[in-house]
């Protein structure tokens, strides 16, 4: 029979075998280790520097681009949408600066922004009101102003898509045109409802031609919200004469509204920087794409795209003053 104190000599063994591999280890290893560690800091913290210095140089080159872009937007606006007739639709989160500086871009390029109008989270949120009933609010408005009735194919936003094409038929002058009666009794019936609110202008006084829709501003919607808003998008094409989706650059990314839209073939022009004052140069050259007969495409930051070559402006040019040529008495 083993012996008690042979099992613990054993035990004793391994621990001391363990207390040497410890020491051993804190002592003959620590120099080496210290040394690949203060190597690798050393290279992190030069790399950082080049980093910085080059997200230093890039932020200036940006903010020269915009200075650029701001000083000569009348020029290269100008005249682009003469005569035309604009409206705004915003998401729900849409960025307030994206908005208004459309609002001034299109107004350079001659156009006429017969206001915005903003979705409510009402409209765009598919799990809210039943699509049964935004079905048959859409079909009673459009029997209220002669219009067909919407019969959007079965889907998950079905009841959102009716109500997409009867707000768009009220706010562009498509194959339907309504009276300012008319399109005033839509937008009441879908304020009525918290559906939409109606932020500036009178888009009942005027149907628009052209139509920009605003998506939401920082992280992705739910996608059952894209979906919503890429039926509006389409809604607009089909009613008016050209539309263009237009996002601040916080939005890009997969699973935003514009990749979704992109995504699916492009069925309007999109740009993703139109919180820049190069992207609302780019929104309203891109619309003059459309009406120009060209196919709808991304624009921005992502596709790093502009529609080119960019159309001409209609700037008038003045007169050089006629030389005189002195004679000698």
Known sequence: MIDFRYHLVSIIAVFLALAVGLAVGSTALTGTAEQALTAAQHRLSSENKTLSKQNGMLQ?????????????????????LSGEHVVIVAA??????????????LRQAGATVTGQVSLTSAFTTTSGQNEATLSQLALNLA????????????????????????????LLAGSVVLTSRESAAILAGFQQQNLISVDSGNPASAQADLAVLVTPAGPPPPQSESQVLMAVASELRSAGSATVMAGSVSSIGSGSVISAENSAGNAVSTVDDADTETGQIVVVQALRFLLDGKAPAPYGAEPAAAPSPGPTPSVTSTPKPSSSVKGHG
């Open 60 to 80: 200036k080159q940006v903010a020269g681009d915009q200075a650029f872009a701001e000083a000569n937007s009348a020029r290269l606006l100008a005249g682009l």
């Open 92 to 105: 729900p989160n849409a960025d307030p600066a994206v908005t208004s500086g459309l609002t001034t871009a």
């Open 143 to 170: 029997s209220s102003a002669n219009l067909p009735a919407p019969a959007a194919p079965a889907s998950a936003v079905s009841g959102r898509q009716d109500a997409a094409q009867v707000l768009a038929e009220s």
